[in-house]
Nanobody
Framework: LEVVESGGGLVQTGGSLNLSCTASGFALDNYAVGWFRQAPGKEREKVSCISSDPESYYVDSVKGRVTLSRDNSKNRVYLEMNNLKPEESAVYYC???????????WGQGTQVTVSS
């Protein structure tokens, strides 16, 4: 039972990336899924999350540039990020959480680096 992130990489300022969070061993559509990021020396920050309803949340700094979506047929959640900024360089983590059974899964993270 796990979630695995993919899609990180190196992009220039203003570039785009599409991160994926894929679940194995459980149905992701029954879970709220969040994306967090952590830069060196900084606290982990919630970027976006989507409930099973689905309702979405975006931190103010990414509104209008980031879209979170589900593909239940692939047991996957996507984080599409556009117009990326250097200060958004971080390791991006996926978290799946079920408020009924209290199961909580974190991925290993995927590195996003935005060059100036």
């Amino acid at each position: 039972l796990e979630v695995v992130e993919s899609g990180g990489g190196l992009v220039q300022t203003g570039g785009s990336l599409n991160l994926s969070c894929t679940a194995s061993g459980f149905a992701l559509d029954n879970y709220a899924v969040g994306w967090f990021r952590q830069a060196p020396g900084k606290e982990r920050e919630k970027v976006s999350c989507i409930s099973s309803d689905p309702e979405s949340y975006y931190v103010d700094s990414v509104k209008g540039r980031v879209t979170l979506s589900r593909d239940n047929s692939k047991n996957r959640v996507y984080l599409e990020m556009n117009n990326l900024k250097p200060e958004e360089s971080a390791v991006y983590y996926c978290n799946a959480y079920n408020s009924y059974n209290l199961r909580d899964y974190w991925g290993q993270g995927t590195q996003v680096t935005v060059s100036s």
